[in-house]
C-alpha cells in the first residue's frame, strides 16, 4: 500500500474526454459563492441527520482560517504539492489568497455511509468522492451530493477539499478530491479528477492511519472528536474570505424554520446562531412583521381546517365551488381582520405515472403589514425550496410547507 499521495490515472488512448461542464454554474447564484456552498453543504447535513426522530439538532461548524491559524502550515503545502503540475496543465494556475483553509463540519449526522472499495455502491462515501452529477438518494433527502459537492472545489483556488468522516461504527476516514479538468501533463492524458488517497493493487482507498487522522484534526483545527460521528470538510486556500453579515443573511433566509423549531444550529466564525438567536436577528435581516410570520409558521401545529384534495389525474381543482361556504366565510373573516390563516391541502400525486400516493401540505397566509417585504416560504421537510415559486398577491405572507410523506420527497 502506498503513502497517501494525489492518484493521478492516465487516460487510454482510446478515451474520450470529460470536461466540468457545471464548473461556472456556480458564479451565476445570486448570493454567491460562499453563500451557496453553505447551502449545499446544510442541504446534505440535515439529510445525514443521525437520529431517526428528525428532531435531535445537527451543527453546522463554519470556519476560516488563515495560515497562522494552522498548526502545521507547511503540512499543507506538502499535501498540495503534487496538484501544481496538473493545475497548471489544465489552465487553473493556484492562487493563495488571505485564508489557507475552510472548514465545514456537521455533528449529529451520520458521517460519510456506504462501501469504500465498491464502484457500484450507491452509498454517500462513493457518492462524495467518486460521483459526478449523479445521486442514488431518494426519500426525503434534501442533499444529493451529486452536482453540488462540486462546489467546494469551487471555492477552492487549488480546486480542491479535504473530506475526514466518522461512521456510527467509529471507524475514521480521510480522503481528497480535485476538480482540475482535462489536461496533458507530459505524454499523457488525464481525466478531470484525481483524488488524494492511499493506493493499493490498484485500488484507491482512504486514509485510516490512526496517527495521519489525528494530524489532519489537529492541522485544521477540527472540533470533531475521536469517535464523533458526522463529516468535516477542508478546503484549501478559499478564493473569499468570511462575509458574516452575507452569510448570517443566508442562514436566517433559508434555514430559519428548521433553525426556530429547534433541529439546526449553525456556528458562523465562532457566532452560534441557535432558535433564541435566530429570533433576535430575523427582524433585522427581515423586518418585524416578516419575522413574527416565520416564527408562527415554523411554531405552526397542524391546521384545524382540511380542504378538498387536490388531483391532478383526473383533474381536481382547488376552486371556490368545491368549498363549504362557512368555511370559506370563516377563512376570509380572519385574514381580514389581521390573523394568520392555515388550512391543510390533501393531495394526490403521481411519481412517475404509478398509482396514486396521498399525502398533503399547509398552507398559511397572512398580511403583510404596510411597509413590510412580503415573505414567500417553500419547504419541503427541514428543506428550503429556493425556486419553489411565489404567491402571486402584492402583500401577502405565505407559506407552503410539507414535512412528510410522498409530498416532501418531490
Known amino acids: 500500500m502506498s503513502a497517501p499521495d494525489w492518484n493521478f490515472e492516465p487516460l487510454s488512448p482510446n478515451a474520450e474526454e470529460h470536461g466540468i461542464s457545471e464548473w461556472?454554474?456556480?458564479?451565476?447564484?445570486e448570493l454567491g459563492i460562499d453563500a451557496t456552498l453553505l447551502r449545499e453543504a446544510t442541504q446534505n447535513s440535515l439529510d445525514a441527520r443521525a437520529a431517526s426522530d428528525g428532531e435531535t439538532a445537527v451543527r453546522v461548524r463554519i470556519q476560516w482560517l488563515r495560515p497562522e491559524d494552522l498548526a502545521e502550515p507547511a503540512w499543507l503545502d506538502e499535501l498540495l504539492s503534487h496538484l501544481e503540475a496538473h493545475l497548471d496543465a489544465a489552465g487553473?494556475?493556484?492562487?493563495?489568497?488571505?485564508?489557507?483553509a475552510l472548514v465545514v463540519e456537521d455533528f449529529g449526522t451520520t458521517g460519510l455511509t456506504g462501501r469504500t472499495d465498491d464502484p457500484s455502491d450507491t452509498g454517500h462515501f462513493r457518492g462524495f468522492f467518486y460521483r459526478h452529477s449523479s445521486s442514488h438518494k431518494g426519500g426525503k433527502a434534501g442533499g444529493r451530493w451529486g452536482l453540488g459537492?462540486?462546489?467546494?472545489a469551487r471555492m477552492s483556488a487549488w480546486s480542491c477539499w479535504f473530506g475526514l468522516t466518522t461512521r456510527d461504527d467509529g471507524t475514521t476516514l480521510l480522503m481528497g478530491k480535485a476538480a482540475i479538468g482535462p489536461r496533458q501533463v507530459g505524454d499523457e492524458r488525464y481525466p478531470a479528477f484525481a483524488r488524494w488517497a492511499v493506493v493499493d493493487h490498484k485500488l484507491e482507498r482512504p486514509i485510516e492511519d490512526q496517527q495521519i487522522l489525528r494530524r489532519f484534526r489537529h492541522c485544521f483545527r477540527l472540533q470533531r472528536q475521536e469517535g464523533e460521528t458526522g463529516l468535516s470538510v477542508v478546503v484549501p486556500w478559499p478564493r473569499s474570505g468570511p462575509d458574516v453579515d452575507n452569510i448570517r443573511r443566508s442562514v436566517l433566509t433559508d434555514?430559519?424554520?428548521?433553525?426556530?423549531r429547534g433541529r439546526l444550529v449553525f456556528e458562523i466564525q465562532g457566532e452560534v446562531i441557535d432558535a433564541a438567536a435566530a429570533r433576535t436577528l430575523l427582524p433585522e435581516v427581515l423586518d418585524q412583521g416578516a419575522a413574527r410570520f416565520v416564527e408562527v409558521a415554523a411554531m405552526a401545529e397542524e391546521p384545524a381546517i382540511r380542504l378538498p384534495e387536490l388531483q391532478a389525474y383526473p383533474e381536481k381543482k382547488l376552486v371556490e365551488e368545491r368549498l363549504d361556504p362557512s368555511v370559506l366565510e370563516a377563512l376570509r373573516t380572519a385574514y381580514s381582520?389581521?390573523?394568520t390563516v392555515a388550512v391543510r391541502i390533501p393531495l394526490a400525486i403521481f411519481p412517475n405515472q404509478?398509482?396514486?400516493?396521498?399525502?398533503?401540505?399547509d398552507l398559511l397566509l397572512a398580511q403583510a403589514e404596510a411597509g413590510s417585504s412580503p415573505v414567500s416560504l417553500r419547504l419541503r421537510h427541514d428543506i428550503t425550496v429556493p425556486r419553489g415559486g411565489v404567491l402571486r398577491a402584492d402583500g401577502v405572507h405565505s407559506a407552503l410547507l410539507a414535512d412528510a410523506g410522498r409530498v416532501a420527497e418531490f
Open 149 to 152: 459537492k462540486l462546489v467546494f
Open 24 to 29: 461556472d454554474q456556480f458564479d451565476k447564484e
Open 354 to 361: 404509478a398509482e396514486a400516493s396521498r399525502g398533503h401540505v
Open 92 to 100: 487553473r494556475t493556484p492562487d493563495r489568497p488571505e485564508y489557507a
Open 337 to 339: 381582520g389581521g390573523e
Open 255 to 260: 434555514w430559519a424554520v428548521p433553525i426556530l
